[in-house]
């Protein structure tokens, strides 16, 4: 008799969380867990703008698939999911045949929101996976050999569009790798310029203002440049043109403008809002009682009215998901139900400003400098011990 498959796409925090989850609450002659993911390794996305600035190697932030999951109850396949064929049950992949499922969890993680801006696929760097990051220090570095040469000062102007937690947390690390990039290709460390360009009014919109207030200060004293109130416009390949048509010269533009859901989703024909799917109390995409949508792909509201806002998509969000499903859908595996909906619960937020520095609201306690630095480094370590437990911390921890 064959046993249900359950497919898992996806190997980031959602789609890991829920195929160790299952693995653990179902027995191998329960269920066949399959887990697609393009590359043979897990990046950990939360410390992507470290090898970005080139403060950390890219090594620091992947973790081999094969060394965090049980292979006797996973089979994991190394591919790139092409398309999902949700009526026929079947996904399609790049280099293997589709494989069936009776079961779908879709963890794809997000895609880069451009808001349409011209010119910005085309001329700006992302902060999304290791190919991406190990392209943005490489050309910085680049930028800066050339400098010695020509001296251009457009070659060592970095422009940072969006000033939301990846911008901040990436400049904090650009402010921290300088010294030391200045040093190796001889530059004055003051000829430097990082530009951080926001629209809203203020810098981290919508978080605390007196730890707003604190970053700001600490990165300007860095000598971060932040423009406030002004969206860039377009950008092109000299730099970029903010709205009311100041242009400034920079070889080197870093988009963190914000996300949207992994097209995949949308081409599947689900209901989607921004790529991002507004998922039923139990993570199911609407109308499909057998597919489920974690992490930076789904949407949440904190309650039932559509007129709150969703819970931003965060690592921390799309690890509990995973830790809900890998515990509920063993139950629906079974042949019984779900017995609780799913509910998030945050835990607060950190975010650093380089590797000394960082702000945070954690419980009802604001933290700051070296104490929300620390609290940074154990949330880092805590999911090291979730994904590989003490060994992996071992090996992979840095304090
Ligand atoms: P991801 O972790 O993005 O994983 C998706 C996986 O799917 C990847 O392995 C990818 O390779 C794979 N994939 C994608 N497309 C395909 C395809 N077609 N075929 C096969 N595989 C595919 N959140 C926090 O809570 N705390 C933080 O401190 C924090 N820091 C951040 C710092 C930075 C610089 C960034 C960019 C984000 C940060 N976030 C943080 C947000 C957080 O990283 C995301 O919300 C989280 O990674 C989403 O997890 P996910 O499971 O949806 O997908
Ligand atoms: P975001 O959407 O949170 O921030 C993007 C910022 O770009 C916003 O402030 C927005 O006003 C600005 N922006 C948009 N269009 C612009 C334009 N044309 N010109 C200039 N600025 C523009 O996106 P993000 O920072 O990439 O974060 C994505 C998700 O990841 C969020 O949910 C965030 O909470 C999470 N995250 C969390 C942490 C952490 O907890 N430490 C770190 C990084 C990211």
């Known amino acids: 008799m064959s046993i249900p498959k359950i497919v898992i796409l996806g190997a980031g925090y959602g789609g ?74 079947t996904v399609l992949l790049e280099n293997n045949d589709p494989i069936q499922y009776d079961y779908l969890v879709v963890g794809l993680g997000s895609a880069p929101e451009t808001f349409g801006i011209k010119g910005l696929l085309e001329n700006a760097f992302f902060i999304r996976n290791i190919n991406s990051v190990r392209m943005i220090r490489e050309h910085m570095e680049y930028m800066f050999s050339r400098y010695a040469i020509e001296k251009k000062e457009e070659l060592i102007t970095i422009v940072v569009g969006g000033a939301g937690f990846t911008g901040i947390e990436y400049v904090g690390e650009l402010v921290d790798r300088m010294p030391e990039l200045c040093r190796d290709y001889d ?18 919109p919508g978080f605390d203002k007196e730890l707003v207030d604190y970053a700001v200060k600490y990165l300007e004293n860095k000598g971060v440049e932040f423009i406030v109130n002004t969206p860039i416009e377009e950008c092109t390949k000299d730099g970029v043109i903010l709205k009311g048509g100041r242009e400034i010269k920079s070889a080197t533009v870093v988009w963190t403008g914000g996300v949207r859901g992994n097209k995949l989703v949308e081409e599947s024909g689900i209901e989607t809002m921004r790529g991002r799917v507004k998922v039923d109390e139990y993570l199911r995409a609407p109308g499909h009682e057998n597919v489920f949508i974690v992490g930076d792909s789904s ?77 940074k480094k154990i949330i880092d370590l805590r999911w090291l011990f979730l994904l590989g437990g003490v060994s992996l911390v071992l090996r992979k921890g840095k304090l």
Do not use: C, W
């Open 299 to 375: 949407l949440v509201f904190p309650g039932e009215s559509e007129n709150e806002r969703p819970y931003p998509p965060t690592a921390q969000i799309s690890t509990q998901q995973g830790q809900y499903l890998g515990k509920q859908l063993a139950k629906v595996v079974r042949g019984g139900q779900f017995d609780q909906p799913f509910k998030y619960q945050p835990k607060g937020t950190v975010a650093s400003l380089g590797r000394k520095e960082a702000i945070g609201v954690v419980g009802n306690k604001k933290l700051t400098g070296g104490t929300a630095a620390f609290m």
């Open 187 to 204: 530059i004055p460390l003051e000829k430097v310029r990082i530009v951080n360009v926001e629209a809203a009014p203020t810098v981290l």
């Open 16 to 89: 890991l969380m829920t195929a160790k989850g299952l693995a653990k609450n179902l027995n191998a002659n329960e269920a066949e867990i399959t887990l697609v993911n393009q590359n043979s390794y897990h990046y950990i996305t939360t410390k992507l703008h470290e090898p970005a600035a080139g403060t950390s190697h890219h090594d620091h932030a992947r973790v081999s698939i094969p060394s965090v999951i049980d292979t006797n109850r996973i089979r994991f396949i190394q591919d790139r999911v092409t398309g999902m064929k949700l009526g026929e049950k």
